[in-house]
């Protein structure tokens, strides 16, 4: 069971990590996502996977 806590906190900080280093068209979406995923862990790790890196600029 710990490993899956370990786990499951990698996969957290690396979303809040491939947030910030992600381009935007604007620093108001970068901020939005950042909250998103803090304020609402696992949910917002899901948005961010489904919805969000689709919006980034590459």
């Given at each position: 069971?710990?490993?899956?806590g370990i786990f499951g906190l ?26 998103i995923v803090v304020l609402v862990p696992f ?16």
């Amino acid at each position: 069971m710990f490993g899956i806590g370990i786990f499951g906190l990698a996969i957290y900080a690396y979303t809040i990590y491939d947030v910030v280093i992600s381009n935007f068209a604007s620093d108001t979406d970068k901020l939005i996502w950042v909250l998103i995923v803090v304020l609402v862990p696992f949910l917002g790790t899901i948005l961010w996977f489904l919805i969000g890196r689709k919006k980034r600029i590459n």
